[in-house]
């Protein structure tokens, strides 16, 4: 049984391992040069904040404790006001629950090392893929040296939210694909380490919430900090000049300026990104040729999810190929009908807590709500548990998440009813 996975990314490097414990013969096929040699594409990381989901799958295979020893570990949010004190918001009610800051480079060339490592794995760097028979599992690669052409058993594209296995099965008319691009870019921005220390608290996730926009900061191991801009489109253009750009930093992010020495460098020269969400239909062909990931179903980046929803699909199909006696053909349509529902229901989640991040978080009335939420946590322990919990260090099904997340507001709606009511009637009773 010969294997292709077409991406050596974090999902296509993940899966590498955990299908060489199948005794198969995995061949990883990676348009780029070794990412573990090359220079990385500058602007371009967007820290990953990896939780419970991507560590369960990290679990599986033993590498927890290597992937994760750089990791940093962020109990919360870091509210960053325009004027007046920072506010800390703690993700959990105990307050010592935490999502960890990784880089996504560091992620990637650890896990490419441990598949290329794992017995009968192979990579074959820039490869990139132009042609596709997904019956016959017949490819065609562009290389270096001209095109070659292979044969696998199985094609599986792990190659993200640009697939070039969706694209061919789109040309084939085997799938079809609705791209819903957010209507906001992201440029990256760094804070180095000052005199050696974090400059900001590196045990937090950092917010800069400006309504229609928004900053956040994630801690790297160097002690310096990785700023992604989530700004409307076609904002970055109309800063051109140094002293355009500071100026609007020192109106509408004040305490970045001292801290981001190569701010208007990096402002100017690093690439603006697009960011949105991918719905692929069906997400496999023939038994054979399969899309998962970011190449079935990518997703916009503001719950943290986007590799830990992606590692979880790695998971979901290794139990697939359990249930099914390793069958591939019954493996892959069962691996879409149990993912479909939950993958639909984190991409709903991610957008909707761009909103939250962007506009709420800074708002007194959304600060009383999370207390009010938190004090519920800790007087009904494991009966009322919050979206953000459930997602980040639970391995419910997102679709389940979002189920009993709103079980949960009835119930509490119900019981908001009947208080009310009962304060009346005694408010009656008195007054009578």
Known sequence: MKVAIVGAGLTGSLLACFLARRGLTVTLYERRPDPRVSQEERGRSINLAISERGLDALRRIGLVD?????????????????????????????????INSISRGALNNALLSAASAAPGVSV?????????????GQMVFATPSG???????????ADGAGSAVREQLLAEGIVAEDV?????????????????????DPGALHIWPRGTSMMIAL??????????????????????????IEEHFR????????????????????PVGVLGTVHTLPWQAH???????????????????????????????????DDTGGSWARALPLFETRRRENTEAIAEMALANFVEMRDKVASPVFRLQKRVEHALERLLPGTYVSRYELVSFSTTPYAEVQRRVHRQH?????????????LLGLVRRRRR
């Open 66 to 98: 290597e992937v994760m020893a750089d990791a940093l570990p962020m109990k919360g949010r870091m509210i960053h006001p325009v004027s007046g004190p920072l506010d800390f918001q703690a993700y959990s009610a105990s307050g010592d629950r935490a």
């Open 124 to 136: 074959e760097f820039e490869h990139r893929l132009v042609e596709l028979d997904s019956a016959a």
């Open 147 to 157: 095109k070659v052409s292979v044969a696998a058993d199985v094609v599986l594209g």
């Open 180 to 200: 819903d691009f957010l209507d906001y870019g992201y440029k990256e921005l760094s804070i180095p380490a000052a005199s050696g220390e974090f400059a900001l």
């Open 219 to 244: 801690p790297n191991p160097d002690r310096s900090f990785t700023c992604t801009l989530f700004w409307p489109a076609g904002s970055f253009d109309a800063l051109t000049s140094t002293t355009a």
């Open 251 to 270: 109106v509408n992010y004040p305490d970045l300026l001292p801290l981001a020495p190569d701010l208007v460098d990096d402002y100017l020269n690093n």
């Open 287 to 321: 038994g054979r040729t399969a899309l998962l990931g970011d190449a079935a179903h990518a997703i916009v980046p503001f719950y943290g999810q986007g590799a830990n929803c992606a590692f979880e699909d790695v998971v979901e199909l290794d139990r697939c190929l």
């Open 410 to 422: 009835q119930l509490l709606g119900a019981a908001a009813v009947a208080s009310a009511g009962v």
